[in-house]
């Protein structure tokens, strides 16, 4: 069992930066892709990045491309999402989320394990 806890979450102005990290336990995250989604109120879940098992290789929403940059430490066990640049829109819960093998991918059906979700909000 795997389980995912993020952290990091809070209320931040717009242009401002917050960094979220998903800490995982009970096995290692090191042979297995990652990503990040979020879900606005009254929206489905999105998907927002990816990482590849190594970090070798990632994927961005167009939306968050270039503002947004998720990486990886395997040896903490723990996947990183820095923000920078934030917007209204931006405002949602997040979650991260382990693939079902070490590839990266875009699709929620490729993931089998998911974290709680932190709270982001973002003001005008």
């Known amino acids: 069992q795997v389980q995912l806890v993020e952290s990091g979450g809070g209320l931040v102005q717009a242009g401002g930066s917050l960094r979220l990290s998903c800490a995982a336990s009970?096995?290692?995250?090191?042979?297995?892709?990652m990503g990040w989604f979020r879900q606005a109120p009254g929206k489905e879940r999105e998907f927002v990045t990816t990482?590849?098992?190594?970090?070798?290789?990632?994927y961005y929403a167009d939306s968050v491309k270039g503002r947004f940059t998720i990486s990886r430490d395997n040896a903490k066990n723990t996947v990183y999402l820095q923000m920078n640049s934030l917007k209204p829109e931006d405002t949602a819960v997040y979650y991260c989320?382990?693939?079902?093998?070490?590839?990266?991918?875009?699709?929620?059906?490729?993931?089998?394990?998911w974290g709680q979700g932190t709270q982001v909000t973002v003001s005008s």
């Open positions: 989320a382990r693939a079902r093998d070490i590839s990266n991918s875009r699709r929620f059906s490729d993931y089998d394990y």
């Open positions: 990482i590849n098992w190594s970090g070798s290789s990632t």
């Open positions: 009970g096995r290692t995250l090191g042979s297995y892709g």
